[in-house]
């Protein structure tokens, strides 16, 4: 069977919501193919096993997640500021709150490393990649902040996704007040 990419990242896109609305445990090539309405073993036909199915989800939540061209190219060569961190990062909280389910998925991946290593594999070496390259960025766009200061906005930011996926805390903060606070925080001055 000629492998179609269309098809590919909407079986992906299947399991990020099988993953999303089930839990891991619910993650099966069935569960996906019934979810994409295609017949059974199509998925199994894209991702031979389980650890192949995963790896898809995983790069498909990095296709879903990373921030668009434009963002970018509007921002590429302007100066380096504490403002233009924080758009950067107001940038990744609209996101993955934007992609809620696949922001879920995600949480739901990370949560089943816990329990099974070859998730925590996956899912570990993608995000140490995906940290590798922020923290790349950051020095080559010369924008304030080490590594140090880029793992604790990591650390930052996913608890303010969990909190705002289950419930705020404070329900009537604006997100960008709470992004705002948060380079003021953790950036050195």
């Not at 399991?15 to 998925?43: C, F, I, N, S």
């Not at 995000?127 to 590594?147: C, S």
Request: aromatic residues 6%; charged residues 30%.
């Amino acid at each position: 069977m000629a492998r179609n990419e269309e098809r590919r990242r909407a079986l992906a896109d299947a399991g990020l919501t099988v993953l999303a609305t089930t839990g891991a445990r619910g993650l099966t090539h069935r569960a996906v193919d019934r979810e994409a309405g295609v017949p059974q073993g199509t998925t199994t036909n894209y991702f031979r096993n389980r650890s192949a199915l995963l790896q898809g989800l995983v790069e498909r939540i990095g296709e879903r997640l990373a921030p668009s061209e434009e963002f970018i190219a509007e921002r590429t060569g302007l100066p380096p500021s504490r403002q233009l961190f924080g758009e950067y990062l107001r940038n990744i909280v609209e996101r993955l709150l934007a992609n809620r389910e696949v922001t879920i998925a995600l949480i739901e991946l990370r949560l089943e490393g816990i329990r099974r290593p070859e998730v925590a594999e996956i899912i570990g070496e993608w995000r140490r990649t995906g940290f590798a390259g922020d923290v790349a960025f950051n020095e080559q766009a010369g924008l304030p902040g080490t590594a140090r200061e880029i793992a604790l906005f990591h650390y930052a930011v996913d608890g303010l996704i969990l909190d705002q996926l289950t419930g705020p805390l404070l329900p009537d903060e604006r997100l960008d007040d709470i992004v705002d606070a948060l380079v003021d925080g953790l950036l050195p001055a």
